[in-house]
């Protein structure tokens, strides 16, 4: 039987891709696809797809970003922080803040690590545990705290063929026209979903696909 793959293309700073993470991996496992965890470059592509980052949004729509934070936080039943300490609410000044915890893991999946725990758990210590992933010690911690060894990947995150992929992800992002994150892809499939709310659509595509 071919295995099907899912791409998931996001960041690392997405409260909506941290949302995903239950359903997502419920969703993997059930129907036994492939997942590969794209992150991309965010602030660059979205300036050519039209996507729009929270920051530089008008006040309302900035407080209705928070209203439905809230609902989805209620709903799912997850903890998370609407304005976490460590989300940058204005321009950061390091750039690349967000960038480092996406480089770990996919330092991850290229050693054939299961990188989904790893990155579920920085998004998490992002936005309900009010830690700084954008520091070293702290990526470092997060993936000793879920059975990685943390230097190790640490000591990979700018290696080439890491920071090849992250570029390669970004234009594949453009190229299929990802505005936001997550998005879902399977490869060879016409459609695009984004967002945690469209996993009920992924996993419809992935049985009839499995059929």
Same mark, same amino acid.
């Given at each position: 039987? #071919?295995t $099907?793959?899912?791409?998931c293309?996001?960041?690392?700073?997405?409260?909506w891709?941290y949302?995903?993470?239950?359903? %997502?991996?419920? $969703?993997? @496992?059930?129907? /036994?696809?492939?997942?590969?965890?794209?992150?991309?470059?965010?602030?660059?592509v979205?300036q050519? #797809?039209?996507g729009?980052?929270i920051?530089?949004?008008?006040?309302?729509r900035r407080?209705?970003h928070?209203?439905?934070?809230? /609902?989805?936080r209620?709903y %799912?039943?997850m903890?998370?922080?609407?304005?976490?300490?460590?989300?940058?609410?204005?321009?950061?000044?390091?750039?690349? &803040? !967000?960038?480092?915890?996406?480089?770990?893991v996919?330092a991850?999946?290229?050693?054939?690590?299961?990188?989904?725990? %790893?990155?579920?758990?920085l998004? @998490?210590?992002?936005?309900?545990?009010?830690?700084? #992933?954008?520091?070293? *010690?702290?990526? $470092?911690?997060?993936? !000793?705290? !879920?059975?990685?060894?943390?230097?190790?990947?640490?000591?990979?995150?700018?290696?080439?063929?890491?920071?090849r *992929?992250?570029?390669?992800f970004?234009?594949?992002?453009?190229?299929?026209?990802v505005?936001?994150a997550?998005t879902f892809? $399977?490869?060879g499939?016409?459609? /695009?979903w &984004?967002?945690?709310?469209?996993l009920f659509?992924?996993? @419809?595509?992935?049985? @009839?696909?499995r059929?």
């Amino acid at each position: 039987m #071919t295995t $099907i793959q899912l791409d998931c293309y996001y960041s690392l700073s997405s409260p909506w891709a941290y949302f995903a993470g239950p359903q %997502l991996q419920d $969703i993997v @496992r059930r129907h /036994r696809v492939k997942l590969v965890l794209k992150p991309y470059d965010f602030q660059a592509v979205v300036q050519q #797809t039209g996507g729009i980052p929270i920051r530089t949004r008008p006040a309302p729509r900035r407080s209705y970003h928070a209203e439905e934070l809230a /609902r989805w936080r209620d709903y %799912l039943g997850m903890p998370l922080n609407v304005e976490p300490r460590h989300y940058p609410q204005s321009m950061p000044a390091d750039p690349e &803040w !967000n960038k480092y915890a996406g480089w770990m893991v996919i330092a991850a999946q290229q050693q054939g690590l299961d990188a989904f725990v %790893l990155s579920h758990a920085l998004l @998490r210590a992002l936005w309900a545990e009010e830690r700084d #992933t954008s520091q070293a *010690e702290v990526r $470092i911690a997060v993936a !000793n705290e !879920n059975g990685y060894d943390g230097a190790a990947l640490h000591a990979r995150e700018r290696d080439p063929a890491v920071l090849r *992929e992250y570029q390669a992800f970004s234009e594949e992002a453009v190229q299929l026209g990802v505005f936001g994150a997550p998005t879902f892809v $399977i490869p060879g499939h016409p459609e /695009r979903w &984004w967002g945690q709310d469209r996993l009920f659509f992924v996993d @419809r595509a992935l049985e @009839r696909l499995r059929r």
